[in-house]
């Protein structure tokens, strides 16, 4: 089936500083996502990204869909406290099933330092 | 509030019991899904209903049984739990098949 790999797992920084994270597929998705997850809630989806090449900004949030199709980034800058939490990478493939299945990487856990 | 809601949030059973989580969005999507994630924070696709029809249907025991009386809710059964079932299950939706998805704010499960 389809793996993808997220990273960072973890990233300590300083309050004010830029955030990279990314991910990598085994296979060619049409749809990558980001979602970002706080303690007891559910997945909050940042940006989505349809097109290889597609470079997105959500605020502070800056995420590309790779033109191999095969991997996505989402950069954060100028971090501040709240951006602390779970930031996932999601992939959709485009054939049958798996138009309907988000394959999700195993996230990252920011951590940000006032 | 517009949202995919299940309920309950927090549910504590012993092994070998047989519980239910519901879940409902009164977003007007078409699609809906069912998540576990582990303690390592792995979000793994359960099941997915399109308009009451089950399209996907991961491996997953057959104690977990879901049902979609209509494209708004899909419930969650689960027979004979086990340790091994504790976990956070998320329910989601999405318009169609291929959009981004909601996510209700997960039920933790904890067997005993």
């Known amino acids: 089936g389809q793996q993808l790999n997220q990273s960072p797992q973890s990233m300590f920084i300083q309050e004010g500083e830029d955030v990279s994270m990314n991910c990598t597929s085994s296979?060619?998705?049409?749809?990558w996502l980001w979602y970002k997850q706080d303690p007891g809630e559910g997945p909050v989806l940042l940006i989505a990204l349809y097109k290889a090449g597609e470079l997105t900004s959500n605020g502070r949030l800056t995420a590309q869909f790779g033109i191999t199709r095969k991997d996505s980034f989402l950069n954060i800058s100028a971090s501040i406290p709240s951006d602390v939490g779970i930031y996932f990478c999601a992939g959709r493939g485009n054939s049958g099933g798996s138009n309907y299945k988000l394959t999700f990487g195993k996230g990252t856990l920011l951590t940000v330092n006032p | 509030d517009t949202a995919v809601s299940q309920t309950p949030k927090y549910l504590v059973t012993q092994m070998g019991n047989d519980k239910s989580i519901k879940c409902e969005q009164n977003l007007g999507h078409d699609t809906m899904y069912w998540y576990k994630q582990d303690s390592k924070k792995f979000l793994k696709i359960m099941f997915s209903y399109n308009n009451k029809e089950l399209i996907i249907n991961e491996t997953v025991p057959n104690r977990f049984s879901p049902k979609s009386p209509d494209k708004a809710h899909l419930n969650l059964h689960i027979n004979s739990l086990e340790l091994g079932d504790s976990a956070v299950y998320f329910c989601a939706s999405s318009p169609m098949g291929n959009s981004p998805l909601h996510f209700g704010n997960g039920t933790r499960l904890t067997v005993t």
């Open positions: 296979s060619i998705f049409n749809t």
